[in-house]
Structure formats: C-alpha cells, structure tokens
C-alpha cells in the first residue's frame, strides 16, 4: 500500500473467460488422449516417450510466458500504466510454474532414459538458470510496498532477464561443449508431430487462461490495496 | 521473574520473528531460493564433469547453508534496528537470555525449513547416491545446524550494533565456525561416499562436544554482548 | 559530555528538561533507562541503581524516545500484542489503548504504511498499556498535532497523579506548559537551575530519580 | 490519500501547511519536490510541471525532511563541501554557514556523534547554502532548541525578502508565528480552508507553487 | 547541464563513496579479510588433494571475488539510505545517471582492489602455478570484474531500498551474472591450466560483448529504478 497509486479502476470482470477455461482443459485432454493413442511406442524409450507431450508443450509456453513478461514490461515503462504492470507480474507467474514444470517433468524423464535425474547439459541448466532469474524477479515484487516503484522496478528487472536468457543459453551451451557431451534429448521424428502440436496448443490456451486469471487476481489484489489506503486516509480523524 | 515467564517471552519473541519473516512475503522462500543458486554456482565454477561434483558434493551442500543462512541471522537483527525497536526490546523487564532463546529458536526453524530444501536440490543436481544410514545422516545435519545457528544468532546480535553488519557478521562467524563445518562436512562426506569405518564416529563426537561449548558460551555471553 | 548532574525527581513530579542541542539530554535519559552506562558517578531509580540493579529500574521505567521503536511487518495491534506479552500484561486492554490514541481506524494495519505522527501514536499506545512508574519522554510532541499533543499530556497527568514521575525533554515549553511541575536546565553538562526543594510538590513521597552530584558523568 | 489538494504559493510568501497526523502533508511535499510521483493533476514549480519537468523543478527546490539526510561519516564540514560541489557553488561560503548555525567547535567531527538538534542545524546549513527559490520545509522545528528555532526563521524571512517562496509543515503555530503569511488546512485530502487572494501579499509575483484544482489527486 | 558539471559531480560522488568506505571501520579491509576467509572455506569444502583444488581454483576465486563483492554494492547504497542522504542526493540538479557512473567507478576501485589481496592469497593457497601470459590474465580479470560490478550497482540500487536487502541483491544478481561468471571461470582456467589453444579467445570476446551489453543496459535502466 503506497501513498502514491495509479489511476484507481474498475476490478475487472470474468466475461467469458470462465467458458475459454473450460473449454481449453476439455482440449487439453483430448489433445492428450489423441497423442498417446496415436504415437507408437519409441524404439528407444519406449511408452517413456509420451512425457513428450507434457514436457516440451510446458518448455515452449514457458518461453511465450516470459516473452509476454518482456513486452508488457516494455510497455509499462513507456505508458505507465499499472494495467500492464499487473499483467507482467502474472505472465511471469505462471510462466514460473511452467518453467519449474518442465524441470520437473524433464527430471522425471531424464531418470528412466538418462539414467540420472539431472545433467549439466546445456539446455537443462539454462532452464534452470531462467528458472532462478524469474524466482528472483518475484522475489523482487514481493520485496517492494511501494507500487509504483514495484512497477518501474520490477519492469527493469524483467527486461534485463528477458534479454539475458539468451546469453545464458548460449554461454551454457559453450560451456558444456567445451567438455564431453552426454546424450542429449532426441531430436523430433516426425510421426510424434501432430501429437505434439495438439498438446503445445492445449497448453498455450491453458497458459492464457491462466494468465488471465492470475492478472483478475491481481487486479482485485490492487484495489483491495486501493481499499486499505482510503481506510488508512488521513490518519486519525477527529 | 519466574521461569514460565521467560517461557512467555521466548514464545512471543518466537512468533514474532516467525511472522515478520513471514510477512516480508518472500522471506523464506527468497532464502531458500538463494541456497538453490548458490549450489548452481558451484555447479559452474566447479565445472561439468559428474566424478568432480560429487566429491565436492558433501563440503558444497554445507557451504550454501551456510552463505544463504549468515543472511537469516542478519534480518533476524535487522527486524529489531529499523525504528529502534531494539531499545524497546531491550528495556522489557525480565532476562535477557530469553530474547536470545527466542532468536536462536526462530532462527533454527528457519535455517532448518532452509536446509531441508537446499539438500534436496543437491542431491538432484550433483547426483549424490543417497546412503542406506540416512537417518544418522539427518542426525548429522541436526548437529552441524546447531552449531552453526547458535553462533550465527549470537555473531548476529553483535555486528547487528555496527553498521556493515553485513560483512561484520560472517567475518566474525565463518573462522569461528569452521571446526564444526568441518567436522559436519567431513562426517557428511564420509556417509555420500560409504566409507563409513573411517572416523566418521570422531566426527560427530567432535561436533557434538562443539555444540554444547558453543550454547553454554552463547547463552552465557549474550548478556554483556547486548547490554552495551 | 555530562560532568555532574545533580537532580532529584520525586514520585508524583512531572519535570521539564531543557538545554540547547547536543547538550546531553537524550543521553541522560538514556542512562537513567539503562541504555547507556554513564562512565562515573551513579544514578538511582526508586532506590534501584541503574548500573547495578538494572533489572529492578526496567520494571519501573517507560521511555519514548527520538524514534519509535515499532516493528513495521507487524499491525498495530500485534505491536501492542508483543508489548502486552514481553510485559506480562492482559491482552485485554490493548484495544481500548489503540481506541484512546486514535488508531482504531488502522488497527490491523501494517505499521510500515504508517505516517510519522501516526507511529509515534501507537508508541504512546504501548505507553498507556505499560502505565510505568517513572516516564522518560525525549521530545514527545515531535510529529503530534494538536490532539495528539492534548493526548501526550492528558497521560502524562494521569500518570502523576498516580503518583508516577516523569522527566519530559523539551525544548518549546509552550505544549508542555500544563503538566510541568518544575523545569531543570542542563548548561555545560551541569544542572544549571536546581530547583529549590520547597519548589516540589509531594516532598515526602519516594525518589522516583536520584542523580546525586556527580553522577551521570560521562566526560 | 490526498483526493484534490487546490493551492497556490506566491514568490516572497511563505506558507504554513497544517493538518492532522497522516493527513499527507509530508506526501504533498514529496510530490512537490517531485520525489514522488502523483497518480493524477498536476503541480507545478515555478511553471514547471513536477511531473515532467523534474531537472527544472530540482533547480529550484530546497527540502527539509523529517530525516537530516547526512552523511554519518563525513564531517560536518565534508558534508557541507559534497552538497557545494553537487550544486555547483563555490566552497567558500562552507565556514560562514557552518558559523551561523553554530556548528563551528564541530566542522571536522563526524556527523555519527551529533545529537539530534545539532544534525538538524547541519541541514539548514546546507539549505543556507544553497538558497533556494522555493523551500520546502517538513515539521523544521523538530529537535531545534529555541536559538536553533530563531536561526530557522530567520533564514525563511531572509529567504521571503529575497523573493523566495516556502511551503512550511507545522503542527504547533507559536515558533513558527512570525515568519508565516498565511495557513493552508488539509482535511480528508482537501484544502480545507484556502486563503482569499487579497490575504496574500504580492499578489503580482510569478507563483512559486501551482496545484490547480484536483491536482496531486492520490486516490 | 554541462558535461563537465557531470564529470565534478561523478568525482564528487566517487570521493565519498571511496571516503565513507576508508572511514567506517569494517569497511575494505573487512572486506577483502572476508574475500579470503571464504577463499579458507572452500579450501576446506574441497577437500586436501592438490589436485581437486588446483582444478577448483580458477571458478573458486570467482566465487569469492562474488560473494565479497556483492556485499560492497549494497554498502554503497547503504550509506545513502540511513538519514535519508538518498533523497538529499536525488534533489541535487543535473543528470541522474552521474550519480550510477559516480557509484559505479567507486565500486570499481573497490572490487579491485579486493581482488588482487584475494587472487595473491587464492594463488597461494590453491598453489596456482602463474602462467606466462599472466598479463592478458590480467585484462581478462578486468573484463569480469567491469561485467560483475555494474550489474551489482546497478541492482543494488533497488535491492538496497527494499527489505531483506542482503537476500534481494545476489538473488536478483546471480543468476543474471551467470555468463559473465561462466567466461571468466573459464578463461582464467584456460590460463592456468595452460591449455589456451580451446577457445580462450571466444570466451575472452563473449566476455567483452556481455560488458558492453550491461554497461549499455544498466545506464539506461537506471534512470528510471533511481526515479522512484
Ligand atoms: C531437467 C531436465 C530437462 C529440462 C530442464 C529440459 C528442458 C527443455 C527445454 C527448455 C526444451 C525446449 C527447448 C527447445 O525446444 O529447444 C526442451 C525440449 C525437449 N526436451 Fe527437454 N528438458 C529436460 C529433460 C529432457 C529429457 C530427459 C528428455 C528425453 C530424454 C527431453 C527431451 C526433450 C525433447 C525431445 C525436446 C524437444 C526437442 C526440440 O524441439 O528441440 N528433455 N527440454
Ligand atoms: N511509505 C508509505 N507507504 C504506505 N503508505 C504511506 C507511506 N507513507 C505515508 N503513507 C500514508 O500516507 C498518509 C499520509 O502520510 P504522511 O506522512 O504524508 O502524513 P503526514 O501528514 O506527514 O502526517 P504527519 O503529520 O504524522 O507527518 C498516511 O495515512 C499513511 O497511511
Ligand atoms: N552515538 C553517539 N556517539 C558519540 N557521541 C554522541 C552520540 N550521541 C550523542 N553524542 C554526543 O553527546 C552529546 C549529547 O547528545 P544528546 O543527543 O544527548 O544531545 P541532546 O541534548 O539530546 O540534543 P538534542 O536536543 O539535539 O536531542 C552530543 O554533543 C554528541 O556529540
Ligand atoms: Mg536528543
Ligand atoms: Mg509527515
């Protein structure tokens, strides 16, 4: 709760977004029925395989989560408009959670196939890198009273991270070059394509409504701050 | 006063160092987070290869605690110095010792929800093979976190007085604290390897017998420590 | 930058300290609450001595001084919570001390959000809830409009005539005006006006400060 | 908190702003000082909007908070010498500001060691330095003894003759009786009781401070 | 404003930082002692075998150089911040980012200086053979040291404003220093173990381009954190 606060609004309204939930979870899990079903077992892995369907849509709605983060906070900066600054804060939220799902999954995976929960391969260890930076950039935010320097701040923030995951990639990438190389994920064959791409749309619309909700939340979150200012208004009355 | 008293205050002062920790949201998850990046910058400086890492997988675990926890005992203080609270704290009738009974408790809590994290994620990431006598392990660990927080909260409430706390606090505590890293480092290592025949009962004797120097030495200087 | 205060407050006193900045009020205060040890020379609170017996000073003593002493992640009433608990007092009165400061309104609020006069509110607040025997109030108008000023002196009274005493910083007599008995000044580190015995009212009643000459030294 | 504060300050008027605790005057003068930002309306400084104009605004600005915004390990002459250089003045007249506010048996001692008043008399040192077009002064009397008090006023009237402008925070009128134009109340966010024009002298002058109607509005 | 306006106001800044630094007691030399202290610790984590440390070396003395710097940059906000100094300096006319470069260079000098006492006493103890071509190592220490310094003052800049700085600043700072890190751990390796022919020069480039990235980033993202 700060003294200075952006233009108070509306708390905004659910529209149709609750149907949009419904209807992304029902495709969600006939994405996930159709691709189980219709990819063959892998030579190699085996049933194994279907972690894919679960494991690289989370990884790829990851990036499209921390690229909102990127742009909204973009726009913070230049319009100042606390709308946008809320909705970094979500996108980089649920982006968060996908981020640790594919770690997760990729774990879960990497035991039976690898043989190993984790390995310093490149890619694993970026992820967990891009991890920490959003882990930190919430830290940030929950760290800050103040809204408007949580807005500025945490936009910088979230700008400077955005830009940094590539490099890290990259440096990592190097780094793990420079030494042995362990078996890395497989590269795509094509008849586990449309699976794949199904489930990677089923996450994205899971990731939206997600997102929407999370920025509803925060929205009502802000004006419940609003509330509990005017309440703290002029200190003692009397 | 009577000793249900202190018991009163200890709890009170337990609460609210819990709380504001809680309150300052990320407080606690912020620690924790801090220890999993600390382990992963190990993980880079101490380059890829598997074998390397897990050699140093035991002295690297105890290090993270140890660097994300010196913060902890810092904020502990750092909770009382904004708005001179401490000076208020310090004037409440009744023994001192309990104000550092309370800290001390609280920050156990703390620095143990802290480790429970940490090694979880070490083991995951330098692959360490978890050891059938797991539970003296957990004991070890136990030990080690005493040690290290009773000195911590006491180093804490000095430098917490001088401005640059911050580097104050671990240049006072790491020297002092390094036999019963050491012991706790070695006792750990020798359970990830599996050599246990080779001392590790020294070890532990020695971090026991530490343990207890160091609370009888804390709660006994606390006093003139705060007083001034 | 004490060299001999020499000064005597008797319960049921309310006395004014003045002196120019920097002359040594607030670390006077400070020793007499056990904050500080003065480097010679002794002081005496209810007969306890404030080196020696500084567990029996603290149960008398209540001090507000420059700076608040709130903790900012708690509400105000968790404050007075935690205060209540460390003092061994009945949680039961805290609201009825938050109501007579004026807080009611922000009770659950966090502290951090408070403004200036608004935490030094909830100090008194804290005071109120202690009811202690010897007030040591460093410049307690400071941040307090008028309310809170009327608010600061209504206590300050009450605790007189509960025959408490009370050593009240100031440098602008003017608020302070109705609850002073007697005013001592501090020039060069010594009592520059010790006021005459006959000057106090209650001379039977017990020391409530005793700083006989030469005490509180701290060259 | 502040809905729609409407005030207007004159060159060579020095105003006196009141109201109760946590009613957002030190908010106001935040803002003024363009230290933070409004939500909503404007404010400006010598015609410069606070807002986007903020370089211009600094330029004129003086600012007297609750805190002295020292530098603790510098000694009060280092300190005074960093603001010079910051404000691209010469250091010659260090000493003589020093000197007026009687600090000069302490120029080489550390800031740590001051007492409360004298950090503050430091601070009005600084202001002294700078001279500013508009002084913005936040509760100025606080810790200051009654010669400390007289320094102050007589650096604001300096100020008003000089054509200068001030906005002073106040709780308590008597030290501040003399130097005062006029007073402006803030109640539940509004300017409760806004001087008639012919109250304020000068009435031609430029307008130190602008808020038209609704401005500062944080909701 | 005048350029040279800025340049008196950077020297100004840079003398009290440097000044307020020399003056409160634990200020360098704590440092550093620290910077070393941690160097011992990781002796002891890594165990006694030559070999392991000599490998170790390179990335550990990164590490300490980190650890120990990072508490640097929050100091330097630090003393702005107790007595509100931080507002004064904010009012004070002309460009704000005089102010980031001024704390900037001062942490520079500082991080610096540091660094050679923990290098000479971390060449000791890791019983580091100095390489011929220890000049460019050198210019490669310079690199990380500008990479790691301006994201740290540029990050401390909020963290110290915030609670529960000493937890925000390398949470925040770690993970994004991460390449920097990565290239000068291995460049600096590269030299001591002499194999220079793999890639020494990608690393040394990368190292190059990410500092003129945060250099570039970091003055221009100031502005608007320092604003607030
Ligand atoms: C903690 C462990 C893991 C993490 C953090 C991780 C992370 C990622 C990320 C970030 C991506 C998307 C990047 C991209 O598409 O280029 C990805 C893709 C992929 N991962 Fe993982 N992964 C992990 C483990 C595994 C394992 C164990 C396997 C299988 C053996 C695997 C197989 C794949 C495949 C097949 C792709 C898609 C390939 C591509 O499109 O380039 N991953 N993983
Ligand atoms: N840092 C802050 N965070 C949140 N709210 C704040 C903050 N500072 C002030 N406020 C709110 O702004 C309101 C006005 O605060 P401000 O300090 O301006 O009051 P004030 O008029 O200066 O009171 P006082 O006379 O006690 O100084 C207060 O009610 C407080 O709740
Ligand atoms: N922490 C300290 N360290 C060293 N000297 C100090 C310290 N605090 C105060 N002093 C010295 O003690 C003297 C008295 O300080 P004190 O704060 O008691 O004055 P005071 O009477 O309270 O002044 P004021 O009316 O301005 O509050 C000052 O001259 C100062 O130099
Ligand atoms: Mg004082
Ligand atoms: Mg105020």
Not at chain 1, 25 to 44: I, L, R
Not at chain 2, 186 to 210: H, P, R, S, Y
């Amino acid at each position: 709760m700060s003294p200075v606060t952006a233009n108070t609004f509306d708390a905004p309204e659910a529209g149709r977004w609750p149907l949009f939930g419904w209807l992304s979870f029902a495709f969600f899990a006939f994405a996930q029925v159709y691709a189980v079903a219709t990819s063959p077992a892998d030579q190699m892995m085996g049933h194994l395989q279907k972690m894919m369907y679960v494991h690289v849509p989370a990884a790829w709605v990851t990036f499209v989560a921390f690229g909102i983060v990127l742009w909204t906070s973009v726009l913070f900066l230049w319009k100042e408009d606390e709308r946008h600054d809320l909705m970094a804060a979500s996108a980089a939220e649920i982006g968060a959670v996908f981020c640790g799902l594919t770690l997760i999954l990729g774990m879960i995976w990497g035991r039976p196939t690898w043989g190993v929960w984790w390995s310093w391969d490149a890619r694993l260890t970026s992820t967990l890198v891009l991890f920490l930076i959003f882990v930190g950039y919430l830290a940030l935010r929950s760290f800050v009273e103040d809204a408007q320097r949580r807005g500025q701040w945490s936009a910088a923030v979230g700008i400077l991270g955005a830009i940094n995951v590539p490099i890290v990639w990259m440096s990592v990438k190097w780094w793990r070059t420079l030494h042995q190389l362990q078996s890395d994920p497989r590269s795509l064959s094509p008849e586990y394509a449309r699976g794949l791409v199904l489930n990677a749309l089923a996450f994205l619309f899971l990731m939206i409504f997600f997102i929407r909700r999370r920025y509803e939340a925060a929205r009502y979150e802000r004006a419940a701050e609003h509330a509990s200012q005017a309440a703290a208004l002029g200190g003692y009355n009397g | 006063m009577a000793l249900h008293d202190d018991m009163r205050r200890i709890r009170a002062i337990v609460w609210k160092d819990l709380t504001t920790e809680r309150r300052s949201k990320a407080g606690f998850n912020a620690v924790a987070a801090l220890g999993v990046t600390i382990l992963v910058l190990f993980g880079f400086a101490l380059g890829p290869d598997t074998k390397a890492l897990q050699d140093a997988a035991a002295g690297v675990l105890w290090l993270a605690v140890l660097f994300a926890g010196v913060l902890a005992f810092n904020r502990s203080y750092q909770v009382e110095l904004d708005g001179g609270a401490l000076e208020v704290l310090l004037l409440y009738p009744g023994a001192r010792w309990a104000i550092f009974a309370g800290k001390l408790i609280a920050n156990l809590i703390f620095v143990l929800a802290m480790l429970v994290i940490v090694v979880a994620v070490g083991i995951v990431l330098f692959q360490v093979r978890i050891p059938a006598q797991w539970p003296s392990l957990i004991g070890i660990m136990l030990l080690g976190v005493i040690g290290l927080v009773s000195l911590g909260t006491f180093y804490a409430a000095m430098s917490s007085r001088s401005r640059a706390r911050e580097v104050l606090l671990p240049l006072l505590l790491y020297p002092m604290l390094i036999p019963v890293l050491l012991a706790s480092m070695e006792a750990t290592k020798a359970f990830l390897t599996g050599d246990i025949m080779n001392a590790v009962g020294a070890w532990v004797q020695m971090l026991a017998l530490f343990d207890v120097i160091f609370l009888v030495a804390t709660f006994w200087a606390f006093e003139s420590v705060i007083e001034v | 930058m004490l060299r001999g205060i020499n000064l005597q407050v008797r319960a049921g006193e309310i006395v004014g300290l003045l002196g120019h900045n920097g002359c040594g009020k607030s670390t006077l205060l400070r020793i007499v609450a056990t904050l500080l040890k003065s480097s010679a020379g002794e002081a005496y609170v209810y007969g306890a001595n404030v080196r020696t017996q500084g567990d029996d000073v603290r149960t008398h003593v209540g001090f507000f001084a420059h700076v608040p002493g709130l903790y900012d992640d708690l509400s105000a009433r968790e404050n007075l919570a935690f205060a209540a608990t460390m003092l061994g007092l009945p949680a039961a009165d805290i609201d009825a001390a938050i109501e007579r400061v004026g807080l009611a309104h922000v009770t659950n609020e966090r502290v951090r959000g408070f403004s200036a006069g608004m935490q030094r509110r909830l100090s008194l607040a804290r005071l109120i809830l202690q009811r202690p025997r010897l007030l040591l109030l460093d410049e307690p108008y400071n941040n307090l409009d008028t309310a809170g000023i009327a608010l600061m002196n209504g206590f300050i009274d009450e605790l007189g005539e509960a025959g408490g005493a009370a050593l009240v910083v100031v440098h602008d007599l003017v608020p302070a005006a109705g609850v002073l008995d007697r005013t001592v000044t501090i020039r060069d580190g010594r009592v520059a006006a010790p006021a005459p015995e006959d000057f106090t009212h209650g001379g039977t009643s017990p020391e409530a400060i005793t700083l006989p000459a030469g005490a509180a030294g701290i060259s």
